[in-house]
């Protein structure tokens, strides 16, 4: 994960590319409010009925406010969450933190954003209210410099919360005028003769925005005349069978409803069948995947293509073409589909469709990871996060235990190395919890629970780990699985200071011939931690046989994750015996592969050994740059060169060579330069000109 720009700038705002219609009076007191020179209030919340145009009022007003916030503007969608307590880990991916340690996420990201200004845009907080109050109200005091927008159904009700309520549109002026722009988007321009029917129709609809798009494209199919006639009727008994449960909820939310409901009328039987069972996914989804999950009884696989064109076509799907996962409902249409699939009976059913389609991929990347695959399943988790999330929580409600825990292997073994460290912690102790017998599920979730203490640092868990992987391992008897176990022992020996005993440890491991799966990644593993710890050890040149050994075999496989590692240790080895020349390029190519596969710790140690070569080679001005990159790199994993003391101390005698060679003021200067830039940037610049 990294650190994310939008037009050059920090922050993952996402552009806004439709029109944007009305709410002047509402833009201009929002960008006032977020505006730090002019709003006394940190937290504001943007209060209103579901549709009501929430998300893209706040989105609109960020935008415009992006200038007073040097550290970014960062956008965080809550409502793909399923569960309690993930608010915090949402947070930390939406702000592309890499975090690998264990404290609680709000000190982590009050450490990362102390000293910073940054606009925190939390969206669809109404369904986990109490988690946002809780992160709200314990990062607010520690960070000055941060301002939170909230979008939700209600207040959080917080001391010092500002809340804006947004009404629907004036139906006189803005919602026909938005009316008006979507028909013209539909094809049908409306002319001055057409304004009475528009206003009866943006009246009937209470002048809610989504009410008024959903209108809007049926004008495709239907005159002016008839889409006023048809909104006048009452609808169909099974419809207000399903309005029923809002009927004490407030008056616009049941007209956003019923116009919802109107459109569900006017699609055809397979369209709302199609429409209930996508539902179940959270964030977005592709064709192969609608298919997958959705087939199935009247629905054959083969009709989902053109049903799905025809829902894009009603405004029911939301079809992004630059998205890698390129279809989404908005959350008050899924809201809708979601109950007309519990008034069908299938919302189980549905429900273990997509837990088994997202099991079935998980195992597959798993079986493919120490392949040359490798970059493109990288891609694939980060993009399917929130299903992944959604699927593996699903399996963990589920009495199937075995299931749970297959599934809980493979999803936390792709977070894992994927950096989403928190998330596989957080589904592996669920799972290993469960009452699942032993077999290979079960040592390779206990490898991946292992794995994941070490990354982040929590030497006794991964110690407790390895015992337990060990007992797994050997009653299973892969040989493989049996190697595996001995990274997360010797790993733990190492960066406990015990080098001597790593190096026993791992050097002692059998070399048998390389999967090309989850625990083939496991073997290669074991090598490259032994040459690091014949590197803290100062063994160079063992340390680089080693190395090379790996990168060998990394290029066999077609992986990049292990073989990057290596790459940086060559890189150091080469440094450490004067070969300046090779250490660059070593260090280069380590830098490319661990920004591959958007590893940060990786990207990290790289940039640190660059930056030592380069200024090994005279250029003390671009190396103290590299360094500015590179802290702010460190910034994101939570643990500065991981808290070895090596790493700090090596990293230390950098800084210093380089002060000494151009001074402290062009030092502070290129070094503040570089800390300025983001991630993406700041990497390009380091792989092509450092």
């Known amino acids: 994960m990294s650190d994310k720009t939008t037009g050059g700038r920090p922050g993952n705002l996402t552009p806004q590319t439709r029109s944007f219609i009305g709410r002047a009076r509402e833009l201009d007191l929002l960008e006032q409010e977020l505006d730090p020179g002019i709003g006394i209030d940190r937290l504001v919340s943007l209060v209103g009925a579901g549709g009501v145009g929430k998300t893209g009022l ?135 003769a057409d304004r009475p029917t528009a206003e009866a129709v943006c009246r009937r609809l209470d002048g809610i925005p989504l009410a008024l798009e959903l209108a809007a494209v049926r004008l ?5 005349d008839q889409l006023c006639a048809l909104l006048g009727e009452r609808l169909p008994s099974r419809l207000d069978l399903l309005a029923a449960r809002d009927a004490d909820g407030p008056p616009r939310h ?44 009247p629905l054959p696989a083969g009709r989902i293509p053109g049903l799905l064109a025809r829902l894009v076509e009603q405004s029911i799907v939301r079809r992004h073409r630059d998205d890698p996962s390129p279809y989404r409902l908005l959350d ?38 120490n392949t040359g695959r490798q970059a493109a399943w990288c891609e694939r988790t980060l993009t399917e996060h929130a299903n992944l999330r959604a699927a593996v929580d699903c399996a963990l409600t589920e009495p199937d235990g075995p299931a749970a825990l297959q599934m809980a292997a493979d999803v936390a073994f792709l977070w894992r190395h994927c950096g989403a460290l928190r998330e596989a912690q957080h589904c592996l102790d669920l799972a290993l919890a469960t009452d699942a017998p032993a077999g290979p599920d079960r040592t390779r979730a206990a490898w991946t629970r292992g794995a994941v203490a070490l990354l982040q640092g929590d030497l006794e868990a991964a110690a407790n780990w390895a015992v337990r992987c060990a007992d797994a391992a050997n009653a299973q008897g892969d040989p493989v699985a ?38 083939g990644a496991a073997q290669l593993q074991v090598r490259v931690a032994l040459a690091f710890a014949h590197l803290l050890r100062g063994d160079d040149e063992r340390a680089r046989a080693v190395a090379e050994e790996v990168r060998a075999a990394s290029r066999a496989c077609g992986e990049s994750w292990t073989g990057a590692f290596a790459d940086g240790i060559v890189a150091q080895a080469d440094l450490n015996r004067g070969d300046v020349a090779a250490a660059v390029a070593n260090a280069r190519t380590a830098l490319a592969g661990h920004a591959l596969l958007h590893n940060t710790v990786g990207a990290a140690m790289a940039l640190d050994v660059l930056a030592a070569g380069v200024v090994a080679a005279g250029d003390g001005r671009r190396a103290a740059r590299l360094l500015g990159i590179g802290e702010r790199v460190w910034e994101l994993t939570g643990r500065a060169q991981m808290d070895s003391p090596d790493l700090i101390a090596t990293r230390r005698s950098h800084e210093l060579r380089v002060r000494g060679e151009i001074g402290d003021r062009a030092y502070e200067q290129a070094y503040a330069r570089g800390r300025a830039m983001p991630y993406e940037e700041g990497l390009d610049f380091a792989a092509h000109g450092g």
């Open 58 to 192: 706040a989105l609109r007003a960020a935008g415009r406010a992006e200038h007073h916030y040097p550290d970014g503007v960062w956008q965080v969608e809550l409502s793909p969450l399923h569960t309690a307590g993930l608010v915090g880990l949402a947070v930390v991916e939406a702000l592309g933190l890499s975090d690998r340690s264990t404290r609680p996420v709000p000190e982590v990201v009050a450490e990362w954003a102390a000293g910073k200004r940054l606009l925190l845009v939390l969206d669809s907080c109404e369904h986990v209210l109490a988690d946002c109050v809780a992160f709200i109200e314990t990062l607010l005091p520690l960070l000055p410099g941060l301002r939170v927008l909230v979008t939700s159904r209600e207040p959080l009700g917080l001391p010092g919360e500002r809340v804006l309520r947004l009404d629907p549109l004036p139906v006189a002026d803005d919602a026909v005028a938005l009316f008006a722009d979507r028909a013209a988007d539909a094809g049908f321009p409306l002319d001055a």
């Open 220 to 224: 495709a199919d239907l005159t002016l």
């Open 254 to 297: 049941q007209t956003l409803r019923t116009a919802i409901g109107w459109s569900h009328e006017l699609c055809a039987p397979l369209e709302r069948l199609l429409w209930a069972r996508l539902s179940v996914f959270a964030g977005g989804f592709c064709p192969r995947a609608a298919e997958d999950v959705c087939a199935g009884g």
């Open 332 to 369: 008050t249409v899924r809201e809708f589909g979601a109950d007309w699939l519990r008034a069908l009976g299938e919302e189980h059913t549905v429900r273990l469709r997509h837990r088994d389609h997202y099991r079935r991929l998980a195992r597959e990347g798993c079986a493919e990871w």
């Open 482 to 519: 049996v190697v595996a176990v001995v990274y997360i022992r010797g790993g733990q020996l190492a960066l406990s200071g015990r080098l001597s005993e790593a190096i026993e440890v791992l050097d002692a491991a059998p070399r048998l011939p390389v999967r090309r799966d989850a625990l």
